[in-house]
Antibody
């Protein structure tokens, strides 16, 4: 069973770039058998999809965040990265990575999440 | 934009009773390429990530108790818990998938014990 683990700085200053990593264990990103997604959830609020990437490098982003988001992968480390630039307090949230098994349309495995606070 | 609307926002049900949560999509979630409804239900308990419950509208994920069931078609879907257990207290989310803009979640329904 694959496992996902998010990591990164818990505190980011406004206007700076948020950078997070999702490390996959128990499966290989290079297999091409799934998409890895980033989802966020402000405290006490709902879930917001950010974007996804496939081993081929093919990406997709939520239109409302597309101008600020880059998702990339490092197959040698079995990791996927999220970069969100020009952050504001509105980007404060728990950030999750989650797997979609080949565009099934559902997210079957989730990491535990990593909290990010945007504050000076 | 596709909007997913859940009802009710919160629900209190007695142990052993039935719980029903509704989800309405502003557009059909039927994927005509394989005739599957790309409608998913998740359960989220405090301090935990969401857990996959039901996918393709009515298929239970591995290990999910059979008291959980999903139904519906087109734009209207329902999650039913046939006999509420204490461990079912959680927030439930529906989610749709389309090629653009991909994944959209409902606002969540908080299920509590009466």
């Amino acid at each position: 069973q694959a496992q996902l683990q998010e990591s990164g700085p818990g505190l980011v200053k406004p206007s700076q770039t948020l950078s997070l990593t999702c490390t996959v264990s128990g499966d290989s990103i290079s297999s091409g058998s799934f998409y890895l997604n980033w989802i966020r959830q402000p405290a006490g609020k709902g879930l917001e999809w950010i974007g996804r990437i496939h081993a081929s490098g093919r990406t997709g982003y939520d239109p409302s965040l597309k101008s600020r988001v880059t998702i990339s992968l490092d197959t040698s480390k079995n990791q996927v990265s999220l970069r969100l630039n020009s952050v504001t307090a509105a980007d404060t949230a728990m950030y999750y990575c989650a797997r979609d098994p080949m565009v099934a349309g559902y997210l079957d495995i989730w990491g535990k999440g990593t909290p990010v606070t945007v504050s000076s | 934009d596709i909007v997913m609307t859940q009802s009710p926002d919160s629900l209190a049900v007695s142990l052993g009773e039935r719980a029903t949560i509704n989800c309405k999509s502003s557009q059909s979630v039927l994927d005509s390429s394989d005739n599957k409804h790309r409608l998913t239900w998740y359960q989220q308990k405090p301090g935990q990530p969401p857990k996959l419950l039901i996918y393709w509208a009515s298929t239970r994920a591995s290990g999910v108790p059979d008291r959980f069931s999903g139904s519906g078609s087109g734009t209207d879907f329902t999650l039913t818990i046939s006999s509420l257990q204490a461990e079912d207290v959680a927030v439930y989310y529906c989610q749709q998938y389309r090629p653009t803009p991909m994944y959209t979640f409902g606002q969540g329904t908080k299920l509590e014990l009466k």
